[in-house]
Nanobody, 121 residues
Framework: QVQLVESGGGLVQAGGSLRLSCAASGSTLRLNAMGWFRQAPGKERELVAAISSGGSTKYTDYVEGRFTISRDNAKNTLYLQMNSLKPEDTAVYYC???????????????WGQGTQVTVSS
């Protein structure tokens, strides 16, 4: 059974940084596409960044240049380094796993429980 466990969220001031982690078990992370999504209150879940099994990455426009998605194959862990955080980045962040990289949350099969990121102004 695949399990994804996120950690690293918290409260940070605008301009600060956080690194989210997603530890995977039950499946080999590097053989799958992985994505970070976020959902703010009253809004739809949206893609933040994704990485394919081959290592290609995709970012949404509003985090391009500020966020970096990466994975440690030895630790079977996915990361999201978030720099220059803005109040509008406040949301619950979810880690996801799927068979191919996609922008739609519906394309991913497995999800973590989410971790709250709050950016104060």
């Amino acid at each position: 059974q695949v399990q994804l466990v996120e950690s690293g969220g918290g409260l940070v001031q605008a301009g600060g940084s956080l690194r989210l982690s997603c530890a995977a078990s039950g499946s080999t992370l590097r053989l799958n596409a992985m994505g970070w999504f976020r959902q703010a209150p009253g809004k739809e879940r949206e893609l933040v960044a994704a990485i394919s099994s081959g290592g290609s990455t995709k970012y949404t426009d509003y985090v391009e240049g500020r966020f970096t998605i990466s994975r440690d194959n030895a630790k079977n862990t996915l990361y999201l380094q978030m720099n220059s955080l803005k109040p509008e980045d406040t949301a619950v962040y979810y880690c996801s796993m799927g068979s191919k990289m996609a922008t739609s949350w519906a394309s991913y099969d497995y999800w973590g429980q989410g971790t709250q990121v709050t950016v104060s102004s």
